[in-house]
């Protein structure tokens, strides 16, 4: 259970933070940068669930908001062998319902024929914006496992443990899914398609005597 009595603490005036297991750290840390990210990517899915949407896909949206709460407690939780309390993780059914869900959402849409621009509804563009802060936090939880890895702390506590590699396949499907839902919202009143180059105009060839034009 979570008690929050207070808003403000003071404890993180120098930049330091502590851990889900109290560990401290610094508050750049990208295992910090990870988990802030993922917070940034929820409320990003509120953004998009105040416009009211389909039953369907307010559903899956409210679910997911709540799951990433799951996902945060993960990667603020570093691994160690034989915990006292079972920490929160990411498993691998909450992985597979990503994976159905885009299937499942993406049954009617039309076949892609170039990169879709972000926009179509306001709440479409909020899940786009939500998919890409999805897609740095699977960044910033590569960073971390750069430097600390997967795998337990040692027993001798010469080391913090590592990231769970489910929550960045987690991370991936996520990203995957807010795109499949992004184009849903978005299909109604039509997608908008990347046409490379379009805008251009006509380029000088060298031998133009115009071609010396600024630009």
């Known amino acids: 259970m979570v008690t929050i009595s207070r808003v403000y603490t003071r404890t993180g005036d120098a930049g330091r933070t502590r851990l889900s297991d109290l ?9 910090v940068e990870a988990y802030g990210d993922v917070d940034e990517a929820n409320s990003h899915l509120g953004v998009a669930l105040a416009y009211g949407l389909e039953p369907e896909v307010q559903e899956v949206l409210e679910h997911l908001q709540n799951e990433l709460f799951d996902l945060g407690a993960d990667l603020s939780t570093p691994l160690v062998e034989h915990p006292e309390h079972e920490p929160l993780r990411m498993v691998a059914d909450s992985v597979q319902r990503l994976e159905r869900w885009c299937d499942e959402f993406s049954e009617d849409l039309p076949v892609l024929r170039s990169f879709v621009l972000p926009g179509g509804t ?11 802060v999805t897609r740095r936090a699977e960044r910033r939880a590569w960073a971390a496992v750069a430097v600390y890895g997967t795998d337990p702390a040692p027993a001798d506590g010469s080391a913090p443990g590592g990231l769970n590699p489910l929550a960045l396949t987690y991370l991936n499907r996520l990203s995957d899914l807010l795109f499949v839902l992004a184009r849903r919202l978005a ?29």
């Not at 401290?24 to 990208?30: L, M, R, S, V």
């Not at 306001?122 to 890409?132: C, E, G, I, S």
């Open 23 to 31: 560990s401290e750290t610094g508050k750049t840390d990208p295992r």
């Open 122 to 132: 306001p709440a479409a563009a909020a899940l786009h914006v939500a998919r890409t």
């Open 187 to 215: 299909v109604p009143d039509g997608e908008t398609l990347w046409v490379p180059g379009s805008g251009r105009g006509r380029r000088p060839a060298a031998a133009d005597p115009e071609a010396d034009v600024a630009g």
